[in-house]
């Protein structure tokens, strides 16, 4: 195997001269060699805060406030002081008013101006299903002003201040769905199925949709190996094709024999999709892994594609996940989650791959100016830019050993890479054998914690 391949060669390595300590903060499974010698590691998060239930985190337009999901509800992190984040508000029991009891398993949420969308629940679970919005327009006090109940789960969303736009897995087609909040009505909907009907040959499973993001007239959506496509939403109640961006043939999901491997592995899985402030720059995320440990499969990137023109997408680059020992789902998690791109630069978090920072002025050659990793206590489900900084939701979703919370870390200058100093105090980007070997280490304990 893969993992034993690399224990040994680790070993020969070390065998040939001394070790030295690793630092504390930097964990990785990483030579170095994925990414120019000098490039900034950053050193320390800036700050931190516990945070119970932890999942997908928004910021505020000023980047002083972060709207958190929490699983049984939402919170408000104050981080007007990167170094000294504190917790403003939370709001849980949502739709506790329902017959059906309060909202489940919140994971996901959109900001527009000062309204927060909530939705929920994210996976099957008991509880109310549907959708919440709030004012937030006061940070200590934000308070319901809509509740729709649906009769879905809703696993992501966005918000375009008067329409909702969820997934509605629950229901056959996987269609996206368009509430309209001041209403509580759905106006509008959409799936795969209006495309071309023969889609509905392809397995669910191979074809969920898992996030929409929403800018303007347009709505980008990732279908899981059926791929990203982009829709035009201009009026809510009549939606249409515009493009597809990528994603295997019809033809071939209807013919896999296994979909559960198929939908664990690359090349497929489109997890998440978002675009920069214009639209003409998208980011196309795969979520995945090795599902039999037999070298299969393993984590995959980030994929950025020129869309100026959105009917001709136009592929740039791939961003490439962080090295793992172990690419098992119970192993080293490094596959791309939920990123930002914003002002010439991709913030993306890679679960126990740590956080990085890619300048993406130009796209087709994205350059890495930031990176840290701790695989042993981190694990992050997204990264968001803020004011002076950016933010990391760290999830306790795939590990519960992990503490969650909210992570700030400095928000690095789009330059020529400044050169920092390792933990041994040589210049270079402080990955070096001992910290290799102690990720391997990590992976070891995770498959013997896994047995």
């Known amino acids: 195997m893969r993992r034993r391949t690399l224990l040994q060669s680790l070993a020969t390595a070390s065998a040939g001269g001394a070790v030295g300590t690793a630092s504390a903060h930097p964990l990785p499974t990483d030579d170095g060699s994925s990414t120019p010698a000098g490039t900034p590691t950053g050193g320390e998060p800036l700050g931190t805060l516990s945070l119970s239930g932890a999942r997908e985190l928004v910021t505020s337009p000023d980047g002083h406030t972060a709207y958190v999901a929490t699983g049984a509800g939402i919170a408000l992190v104050d981080v007007v002081s990167p170094s000294n984040p504190r917790l403003l508000a939370e709001r849980t029991d949502l739709l506790a008013d329902s017959a059906d009891g309060p909202m489940q398993e919140v994971q996901d949420l959109a900001l527009r101006d000062d309204r927060l969308l909530v939705v929920g629940p994210a996976n099957p679970a008991e509880g109310a299903h549907g959708l919440v919005v709030f004012d937030v327009s006061d940070r200590q006090t934000p308070e319901r002003v809509t509740a729709v109940e649906l009769d879905t789960r809703v696993h992501n969303c966005d918000f375009d201040g008067r329409y909702a736009y969820v997934t509605a897995n629950s229901r056959t087609d996987n269609p996206l769905v368009v509430v309209d909040t001041r209403t509580g009505e759905a106006v509008g909907s959409w799936s795969l199925g209006a495309a071309d009907e023969r889609w509905a040959e392809v397995s669910p499973s191979l074809r969920p949709l898992h996030d929409v993001t929403v800018r303007g007239d347009r709505a980008y959506l990732a279908y899981w190996d059926a791929g990203t496509w982009i829709l035009d939403v201009s009026d809510p109640a009549d939606i249409s094709l515009v493009s597809r961006v990528r994603g295997r043939s019809r033809e071939a999901l209807a013919a896999v024999s296994d979909p559960r491997t198929e939908r664990t592995e690359p090349p497929g899985n489109d997890h998440y999709v978002t675009v920069d402030e214009d639209a003409t720059l998208l980011g196309v995320g795969g979520e995945s892994w090795d599902r039999d440990d037999d070298g299969s499969g393993g984590p995959s990137g980030i994929e950025l594609f020129d869309i100026s023109d959105p009917r001709a997408p136009e592929s740039l680059a791939t961003v490439d996940p962080p090295p793992t020992s172990d690419p098992t789902r119970g192993g080293v998690l490094t596959t791309a989650h939920n990123f930002e791109l ?28 930031f990176r840290w990793r701790d695989s042993s206590t981190t694990s992050f489900w997204t990264a968001q830019r803020g004011a002076g900084c950016f933010l990391a939701a760290n999830t306790a979703a795939l590990d519960s050993d992990i503490s969650p919370g909210v992570y700030t870390f400095p928000d690095p200058a789009v330059g020529a890479p400044t050169r920092t100093e390792n933990a041994t105090g040589a210049g270079g980007d402080g990955f070096g054998i001992a910290a290799a070997l102690a990720a391997v280490g990590l992976g070891a304990w995770r498959l013997a914690r896994r047995q």
Do not use: C, F, K
Request: aromatic share 10%; hydrophobic share 25%; charged share 30%.
């Open 342 to 369: 914003t002002d010439g630069r991709l913030y993306s978090a890679w679960y126990e791959g740590g956080v990085r920072v890619h300048d993406v002025r130009e796209p087709s050659q994205p350059r890495e100016i």
